[in-house]
């Protein structure tokens, strides 16, 4: 179980910096509309992504595996952080960009 959370939370982190990237390189496409439902998906896999650490923590505190815990409660919060920042940067980036574009300046 330990495995299947981690691979999930990964690849839900992964699409949660590709989607707001993907936005910023259809920046000159017609189609501009797309970019908040990118933001939506962006925002949801990062939360999702966090939840699942959430559950994998859980599950070590039911198996009583202490030593896992202490192991890597430090790396996961600073990575919580990052794929955080990260996110919203990425995000925001696109809504300013997108923001100038409807403007048109």
Known sequence: MSTFLSLVSLILGIISWVAPSI????YNSNNSEKYGKLSIISFSSCLASLNLQ????NHQVQLQNWSSLMDITGTLKWIAVIL?????LLNTAVYLLYKEKATGR
């Open 54 to 57: 959430f559950l994998e923590f």
């Open 23 to 26: 936005a910023i390189m259809r």
């Open 84 to 88: 955080s920042v990260i996110t919203i």
